[in-house]
């Protein structure tokens, strides 16, 4: 059974630093694009980041210059970096990623990682 499972959330103070990893594991052919999003209370789920299979990030504006996506195509393992975090980056993070699963390309979620930030 293909799963996503994330570690790495917890609680932090403001201007602390945070590592989500998520990892990929079942029947996978490939994997294309990996991300981050998150959902904060009484808000929307929103896009966090982005990378590519070849390693092409891309950032929501709030998080430029403070969060840092990278991936492990071998360990089918997307990471998520968090420096300088604000109490505004405070929500339930998801692991997303467009994987092959040998008929088509679908998109599956992690169950999400509680990142709290303190002031």
């Known amino acids: 059974q293909l799963q996503l499972v994330e570690s790495g959330g917890g609680l932090v103070q403001a201007g602390g630093s945070l590592m989500l990893s998520c990892a990929a594991s079942g029947r996978i052919f490939s994997i294309n694009a990996m991300g981050w999003y998150r959902r904060a209370p009484g808000k929307q789920r929103e896009l966090v980041a982005t990378i590519t299979r070849g390693g092409s990030p891309n950032y929501a504006d709030s998080v430029k210059g403070r969060f840092t996506i990278s991936r492990d195509n071998a360990k089918n393992t997307v990471y998520l970096q968090m420096n300088s975090l604000k109490p505004e980056d405070t929500a339930v993070y998801y692991c997303?990623?467009?994987?092959?699963?040998?008929?088509?390309?679908?998109?599956?979620w992690g169950q999400g990682t509680q990142v709290t930030v303190s002031s």
């Open positions: 997303n990623a467009n994987i092959y699963v040998g008929l088509q390309y679908g998109d599956y």
